[in-house]
């Protein structure tokens, strides 16, 4: 029979003290939660999407990102759809929330390098408090490797400037989409991902530059996990964090991360749009300021508050 059935439940309930420490926080580590079934779909989506990479893939350093990975692979798109992962979140956050997009993180094994210290608010065309990141893997991923958050950074009231994209100062074509996109053009005429290399983020240099956390490590409260297949890494949208690096490792880490917002997030086109919206979003034409609930079909419902 295919698709073969799957526990829909978490093998246990997300804990009261699990709410408190993520709102607290900005990121708790929910401990077996998904059963062995989940893990092995999610090491099958994982490993095609890593085989064949999509046409805004990104390497920095030893971290290959790509985009969208559910939309092409059906394994990945039943972790989203049809896993636990969506209530968790949802009960996490306390909130019905809409799956907005989802990513791969693939570092190939050998020396790892560290996955530099950012915040993910100013790449996404959202605003909004309720945001949430579910990080999962089918590998044990120890400390010295998994992510890392600075504790109750989500909380800063601060958007950051992205790492990635083009230089104004030095790319006038650059300065020109970013000048051209402040007046809150809502779309850059782009019909597919194919036309990426033309309008690819630009570097927002009004926003501030990330904070040296790793050069003042014992200034912050830098909180991390050892993570094991099973469990659920909970972050909040707007929290500090990075991956150290430095470490031989003889396998590969290979890593979903899905991007869930709760009731009050809004769409807000950014002038440098370092990814681009989810392509059934264009259609909508999209204005800032509109509830992502406008456009159900593009984020739809993954779980619903008992009661909303
Ligand atoms: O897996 C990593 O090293 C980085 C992940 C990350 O930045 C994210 O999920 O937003
Ligand atoms: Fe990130």
Same mark, same amino acid.
């Given at each position: 029979?295919?698709?073969?059935?799957?526990?829909?439940?978490?093998?246990?309930?997300?804990?009261?003290?699990?709410?408190?420490?993520?709102?607290?926080?900005?990121?708790?580590?929910?401990?077996?939660?998904?059963?062995?079934?989940?893990?092995?779909?999610?090491?099958?989506?994982?490993?095609?999407?890593?085989?064949?990479?999509?046409?805004?893939?990104?390497?920095?350093?030893?971290?290959?990102?790509?985009?969208?990975?559910?939309?092409?692979?059906?394994?990945?798109?039943?972790?989203?759809?049809?896993?636990?992962?969506?209530?968790?979140?949802?009960?996490?956050?306390?909130?019905?929330?809409?799956?907005?997009?989802?990513?791969?993180?693939?570092?190939?094994?050998?020396?790892?390098?560290?996955?530099?210290?950012?915040?993910?608010?100013?790449?996404?065309?959202?605003?909004?408090?309720?945001?949430?990141?579910?990080?999962?893997?089918?590998?044990?991923?120890?400390?010295?490797?998994?992510?890392?958050?600075?504790?109750?950074?989500?909380?800063?009231?601060?958007?950051?400037?992205? @790492?990635?994209?083009?230089?104004?100062?030095?790319?006038?074509?650059?300065?020109?989409?970013?000048?051209?996109?402040?007046?809150?053009?809502?779309?850059?005429?782009?019909?597919?991902?194919?036309?990426?290399?033309?309008?690819?983020?630009?570097?927002?240099?009004?926003?501030?530059?990330?904070?040296?956390?790793?050069?003042?490590?014992?200034?912050?409260?830098?909180?991390?996990?050892?993570?094991?297949?099973?469990?659920?890494?909970?972050?909040?949208?707007?929290? @500090?964090?990075?991956?150290?690096?430095?470490?031989?490792?003889?396998?590969?880490?290979?890593?979903?991360?899905?991007?869930?917002?709760?009731?009050?997030?809004?769409?807000?086109?950014?002038?440098?749009?370092?990814?681009?919206?989810?392509?059934?979003?264009?259609?909508?034409?999209?204005?800032?300021?509109?509830?992502?609930?406008?456009?159900?079909?593009?984020?739809?419902?993954?779980?619903?508050?008992?009661?909303?």
């Amino acid at each position: 029979m295919y698709p073969p059935p799957m526990p829909a439940e978490p093998l246990r309930p997300v804990t009261p003290e699990e709410v408190r420490a993520f709102h607290r926080d900005g990121a708790v580590l929910i401990k077996a939660v998904l059963a062995p079934e989940w893990v092995d779909l999610l090491c099958e989506g994982l490993d095609v999407a890593i085989a064949e990479p999509d046409v805004l893939s990104e390497s920095l350093g030893t971290l290959r990102v790509d985009q969208f990975p559910a939309a092409r692979s059906p394994a990945l798109r039943r972790i989203v759809d049809d896993s636990p992962v969506p209530e968790i979140v949802g009960c996490a956050l306390r909130s019905t929330v809409r799956f907005y997009m989802d990513q791969p993180f693939y570092k190939p094994k050998g020396r790892f390098l560290p996955t530099p210290w950012h915040q993910d608010t100013c790449y996404y065309n959202l605003a909004g408090h309720d945001l949430i990141r579910a990080w999962v893997s089918p590998d044990r991923v120890p400390r010295n490797v998994s992510l890392e958050v600075v504790r109750g950074s989500h909380l800063w009231n601060a958007t950051y400037s992205p @790492l990635a994209g083009r230089d104004p100062d030095t790319d006038p074509a650059a300065k020109a989409m970013l000048e051209g996109a402040v007046a809150d053009r809502p779309m850059l005429g782009v019909e597919s991902y194919e036309d990426w290399t033309y309008w690819s983020g630009v570097k927002d240099k009004s926003l501030p530059a990330v904070p040296d956390i790793e050069g003042h490590r014992d200034s912050y409260d830098i909180l991390g996990w050892d993570y094991e297949p099973g469990d659920v890494l909970l972050f909040h949208g707007h929290i @500090l964090h990075s991956a150290l690096g430095g470490v031989e490792s003889p396998t590969p880490r290979r890593a979903h991360a899905s991007l869930w917002a709760g009731q009050d997030v809004r769409y807000l086109h950014r002038p440098g749009q370092v990814i681009p919206d989810p392509v059934a979003l264009y259609a909508h034409e999209p204005r800032s300021g509109q509830p992502l609930s406008d456009f159900p079909d593009v984020f739809p419902v993954g779980w619903a508050l008992p009661g909303s």
